[in-house]
């Protein structure tokens, strides 16, 4: 991937006649009209929580298209906030409309919960760290002994606040949980997280990718019905690894932006804002990671 390869990439969108009312780390969100929103998904990768000034060419397509398998594939387990409705009819220009066609979603316009839904299958990153310190992760306890990478005798549910952009989401305990949405709907959430995880990380290992862990969204729309929203296992909600290379013991390889966060842990930058620019062979090696993840999980057959 050339320097100009990664110049055409969208960093972000600027639609004419749609009113912008969101931007996200990765998502630009338009209003179409009282009752539905136009969702773009940008090129921008963020990493320890910011946003970086370097684009993953045509990493937003893969998002998407990634994400509308999922939703369908989900579609017996749970609603989700697509309307079936093309983003390339609510907008006008032509120029427009190839842009969104395959990296956009026009959805319901619906209250997001005020929690991300975390799913863990195995032992690795924060829950890493956080067994070590406590033989627990999010104070959820595990058998004593287990190696770093070691999958869990059960999936666990570790929901997290939702943070603003340029800072850290932060684990909370169920009960917190309950406090916030109320006892029975985050029971309902929690439960249809570690069903989506299960059937979800079942399908992907028999297409060689182990689903590490994982984090979903749901919202609610004016009568309190559940949706799924959002992105959906996706290589930068997910940690996807290559099933055929794991072991226990180490972080294994994966095909998400782990192999950016390993790339940044090298700088001396602080973890703040601004971000580093991302050299060519970081690019060209994460683009065909995502695209990889896309293909084997997506293939008929």
């Not at 829950?127 to 959820?140: L, S």
Request: with cysteine.
């Amino acid at each position: 991937m050339s320097v100009a390869a990664a110049e055409t990439a969208l960093f972000e969108s600027n639609l004419t006649g749609l009113k912008r009312i969101s931007q996200g780390k990765v998502r630009d969100i338009y209003e179409v009209d009282a009752d539905q929103l136009l969702i773009v998904t940008s090129d921008r990768l963020s990493a320890f929580d910011v946003v970086l000034p370097t684009p993953i060419p045509g990493k937003g397509e893969v998002l998407t298209q990634l994400s509308n398998f999922w939703f369908e594939r989900m579609r017996a387990v749970v609603p989700n906030h697509l309307t079936g409705r093309r983003p390339e009819d609510v907008v006008q220009d032509p120029a427009e409309r190839a842009l969104v066609a395959r990296r956009a979603i026009v959805v319901r316009r619906l209250k997001p919960l005020p929690v991300e839904a975390v799913v863990r299958g195995y032992l690795i990153g924060s829950g890493w760290k956080d067994y070590q310190a406590t033989g627990a992760v999010c104070g959820i306890p595990l058998p004593q002994g287990l190696p770093m990478a070691a999958q869990l005798p059960e999936p666990i549910f570790t929901p997290a606040t939702k943070a603003e952009i340029g800072q850290h989401d932060e684990n909370i305990s169920f009960a917190e949980m309950e406090k916030l949405v109320g006892a029975g709907l985050a029971r309902k959430v929690r439960d249809l997280a570690i069903e989506i995880y299960r059937r979800g990380a079942e399908y992907a290992r028999g297409r060689g990718i182990i689903i590490a862990d994982t984090k979903f969204e749901f919202g609610l729309d004016a009568a309190g019905k559940l949706y799924l929203i959002d992105e959906v296992l996706t290589p930068d909600s997910s940690r996807f690894w290559p099933a055929a290379e794991y072991r226990t013991g180490i972080s294994p390889p994966s095909f998400d932006k782990q192999y950016v966060r390993d790339y940044l842990e090298t700088l001396d930058w602080g973890k703040k804002a601004p971000g580093p620019a991302l050299p060519a062979e970081v690019i060209r090696h994460t683009t065909a990671k995502y695209r990889q993840a896309l293909e084997l999980l997506t293939r008929p057959g």
